[in-house]
């Protein structure tokens, strides 16, 4: 069937076709060929737990698609709050007229994406609904890892500690926007959209406090919650922020502020200062950590105030996102 | 606001504005309280995962809504694969202009059923869309059990077994349909949607073989799936089919099967003879499975064949749910 048709989400044969053809096909693995209401898992004592859906349009973008976000995005959430990914469960809304060519580059994209992180798809679901009343393709994933002796949490931030992000900024939302508009730049800007668990493994150890990956929001958004939640002030440098030249033009041209713009494969991570440097090198010897930097410091002062020293030296308050420039941006 | 707008799902002011004023409000805990990217949660050697999304449409509807059909649907996944339900996953997906109202009072629903099945809410997302671009909300609901030692599978399955169900079928199905048509029955029929968990606890017993929830595809295609799945075949007679009358009457009058009807809150379960009546006793026993009754039995034959015997005496093969007749029944 070329494809996707509301019988595809009965429940009954044609459910059961795509199950066989296309999921177990392409995702297959002990966990999910049980075929029960439920998957048995192996747990821990332990367990991290998160949740999110992806609505991103368009579905396939430089550098990425749904499918691949959907997968990076739990496994981040999960990976920056100290777990260890293990287990994910898929659950889809299909458009009624989907074409089935676009649903199987996007399985297949999921599967290797999964697999790049080490990760497990336990469970699905697939509903239908008809033409108008969804766009495409809409994801969940949810996501279960073991919890670690990895003690990260904005309880720990202090001031003095220095503010470390895993990569350039801005490269999601630029490069969503350039798809959407139709922008083109000399050089490309690809979505950074990546797994970020066995990155963190290399360069985490003791002394890193906490980390965030700064997705809706951006930085700007991820930093006003950590340093409310902490009770502290963060300054940051615009002159260490870490862009691309494509990026960077592209801010200017539109004037979006790259701190608001999403990223899909970076971390924040707050370390404390005696621990910086190692922490930046192991980070810098990763390839998706090359362009790990300090951008700023913790510092005492008003609690949730997060500041940024301009290039001319002046300092503004950076706030919270108000509003929303880029809908579907994840 | 009186209204969901784009802003609610941008990960900034507004989203933790949301967050605060109803998310928290209504199904805070000390888990979800956490903040985090993921939530940390005690966990058992084994586990069990099951994902569901919820598209039901209307909303609204006798007997339920679509935040209480989010919760049953999964803890009854987690209840009919032996497991006891703990945890679960809230994703929203909201429609630009969705009255914030109805949201207000899905998720209070979401709140009560959580509390009558003894789930807590671990993790969230909500994500909104441009009006026209989703159909007012989709759910996600995500859901993590601890495995008991409760043997139930379609592997145990053996002919001579009893068929059981807990109560009348086709109520959530009829329901649906009458709220969408405006059909009017002298006694109105209601969803039967409902947390099966606590029911399944006062009846399950060594014996009990397996357990399943009949809902999208109905009685006939879950019979199908566990026929095949335990290579026997099953022999279901018509008289023994609880059916309350409205329904009975509506699927006279309009044609329709109640064996492929949806049920929201009723098990199939399968039993050694020897348990039977100790089985249904207690499933009498309780308010949930008041009319729980035998409908057939597993037999010797071609594996994976549903068969009904008909009031006349004759037999007709029952198949797999072909085609689509009520499209986002859950």
Redesign the interface.
Known sequence: MERI???H????????ELILNLFQKHLGNPYLNQ?????????????????????V?PLFFRGGDIGKLAICGTV???A??G?IPK?I?????LEEGLLMKDLERIIKSIAETAAEAGIVI????T????R????KV?I?T????Y?TNRLV?PGQIRPGDEILITGTIGDHGIAILSEREGLEFQTPVLSDCAPLNKLIDTFYLPGVKCM??P???GVA?TLN?LAQ?AGVSMLLKEELLPLSASVGSACEMLGLDPLYLANEGKALVIVGPEVADEVLMKMQAHPLGQNATRIGQVQEGKSGLVLLETFLGGKRIVG?????HL??IC
């Open positions: 048709m509301l019988a989400g009965s429940g009954g044969r044609l459910s059961h075929m029960n209401d439920a998957a048995q898992v192996p747990g821990r004592e332990q367990i991290a737990v998160t949740t999110d859906s992806f609505v349009s981040n959430d999960l920056v709050s777990a287990f469960t898929l659950a889809l809304i336990v469970s699905g679901d509903k239908v609904v008809e108008g009343s969804a766009d809409f969940n949810t996501g279960i890892g919890i949490s965030r990956d997705t809706r929001g958004t919650e939640q919270m996102l108000e509003g929303e809908p579907r």
